[in-house]
């Protein structure tokens, strides 16, 4: 499984983005999701998590301003970040689990900045 991330930009506070990540291979393969970001210096963190189950996890930072959402049918799995601020100011990357010869493997997209700022 390949995916590729896009969708960041520069927007200004209290703006938003839909971020997108197309996976492509055995997208069937898919079982749980997730978005990280990354600031230079620190380490990659959690943002938000979707098992195949449908059960979500954000992290305190972003809940009730970030939704993530799945499309299994196209492979497609997406970020909705509303009410975006400065501190929302990252590099975003997909991940997804999948399985594959008896064994769950891990997939990352190369990265997306998103920008907030005025």
């Known amino acids: 499984v390949q995916l590729q991330a896009f969708g960041g930009g520069l927007v200004q506070p209290g703006g938003y983005l839909r971020l997108s990540c197309a996976a492509s291979g055995d997208i069937f393969s898919i079982r749980d999701i997730g978005w990280y970001r990354q600031v230079p210096g620190k380490q990659r963190e959690v943002v938000a998590t979707l098992t195949v189950g449908g059960r979500t996890n954000y992290a305190d930072s972003v809940k009730g301003r970030f939704t993530i959402s799945r499309d299994d049918a196209k492979g497609t799995m997406y970020l909705q970040m509303n009410s975006l601020k400065p501190e929302d100011t990252a590099v975003y990357y997909c991940?997804?689990?999948?399985?594959?010869?008896?064994?769950?493997?891990?997939?990352w997209g190369q990265g997306t900045q998103v920008t907030v700022s005025s």
């Open positions: 991940n997804v689990n999948y399985y594959r010869d008896g064994v769950y493997l891990s997939a």
